[in-house]
């Protein structure tokens, strides 16, 4: 399996003139948002991938530190690629009685 690097990186309009709201990009500083990491009004932060709509509630959580929303975040991330992946595999039932 490829490793997919994740960046946290400030967002271009940051949006509330801190540093506890982050974008977090897909293999690259500059690539793809495909989550957030922000500080709640709890203390907790606060985690979501937001590459798809309705963003299901397994795709979002609370943590402790910065690190560990990180670390909840990449796991999810990781885990529906490979669901994706496999997902993927083989020809899908419409293609394999079409006429060529």
Sequence with gaps: MSEHLLFLTLPHSNRD????????????????????ICLSAGGEWFWCLNDSAPSPAADRGYAP??????????????????????MQVGTPEWMKNRPE
């Design 17 to 36: 003139g801190t540093s506890t709201d982050f974008d977090v990009r897909d293999g690259k500083p500059n690539g793809r948002a495909i989550g957030r």
């Design 65 to 86: 530190t910065p690190a560990k929303a990180m670390l909840a975040l990449k796991h999810r991330w990781r885990a529906r690629a490979l669901k994706r992946g496999k």
